[in-house]
Every structure is written in structure tokens, then in C-alpha cells.
């Protein structure tokens, strides 16, 4: 996934938690670069010209939205701030010193921890992702 996120990883948004020296856990953000794709109207060339990926260039550039891509804490070091202190870096670095507006979208609707916690620094649930089962047979 690292390699894949390379050209849009800022490094000031991963953090890696580390207890003792041993990692505990790590948070991604990168720029939400859906809203540079947007003013290329899905397409990188034009008459093969690559007139789409200039104005995803300079688009990119403008961001002032970043994501939260992953978060993840070892499972022993669950239920010790670990996670809590990782966003509230995320918003002081993202937010506060560059200027960017955050979304943590693709939560579980049963991830009770990171839901209250995101509910207890402010954020406004605005959608509900519900994954269902069903046999085919």
C-alpha cells in the first residue's frame, strides 16, 4: 500500500507509535486527491495530449482536504490512547499547522471505540457503511 500511496504520502501526515522502541501502532493520511481528479474530468489525456494530467498537477497542489487511510494499533496496546493520540496529532499536524480539513470516513458501525472517540473530539457522523452476508445457495 506504501508503494502504491508513495506520490501523494505527505510525511508529516504517517505516524509511527512506538513503546519501548517496538512499534504499537501507525496512522496514514494523504491528501484527498478525488478533488484534483474531479477538474480532470476523469480522463488524463485529450486527443493525446495530457492536458487531464496538467490540471491534476496543478489541483494537487491546492488540496485542503486529507483522509485518514488507515489506522492500526497492536492489539495489546488496544484501550491505551495509543489510537486517540495518534488522530489528535493527525489534527494538530493536518489541521492546525497546514491547514487542511479532515475526513475519517470507512469506519465500522461496530468499531464502538474510534466511533466514541471521533463523537468526543467533534466529528459528525454523515454516512453509515453496513456490510451484510448472504448465501448463495
Known amino acids: 500500500m506504501a508503494h502504491e500511496?508513495?506520490?501523494?504520502?505527505?510525511?508529516?501526515?504517517?505516524?509511527?507509535?512506538?513503546v519501548d522502541g517496538e512499534p504499537a501502532g501507525f496512522i496514514l493520511c494523504v491528501p484527498?486527491?478525488?478533488?484534483?481528479?474531479?477538474?480532470a474530468n476523469g480522463r488524463l489525456t485529450t486527443f493525446g495530449l495530457p492536458i487531464g494530467l496538467a490540471k491534476l498537477l496543478y489541483h494537487k497542489r491546492r488540496l485542503r482536504r486529507m483522509r485518514l487511510v488507515a489506522l492500526?494499533?497492536?492489539?495489546?496496546?488496544?484501550?491505551?490512547?495509543?489510537?486517540?493520540?495518534?488522530?489528535?496529532?493527525?489534527?494538530?499536524?493536518?489541521?492546525?499547522?497546514?491547514?487542511?480539513f479532515g475526513?475519517?470516513?470507512?469506519?465500522?458501525?461496530?468499531?464502538?471505540?474510534i466511533n466514541r472517540f471521533l463523537e468526543a473530539i467533534g466529528a459528525d457522523r454523515y454516512k453509515t457503511y453496513r456490510i451484510f452476508s448472504r448465501s448463495l445457495g
Open 32 to 39: 484527498d486527491i478525488n478533488a484534483a481528479l474531479r477538474h
Open 103 to 113: 475526513e475519517c470516513s470507512m469506519t465500522l458501525e461496530n468499531n464502538y471505540m
Open 5 to 18: 500511496l508513495k506520490p501523494i504520502i505527505i510525511p508529516d501526515l504517517t505516524l509511527l507509535a512506538e
Open 72 to 100: 492500526g494499533i497492536i492489539p495489546q496496546y488496544r484501550r491505551s490512547g495509543i489510537a486517540e493520540m495518534l488522530v489528535l496529532r493527525m489534527i494538530e499536524t493536518g489541521m492546525l499547522e497546514r491547514g487542511y
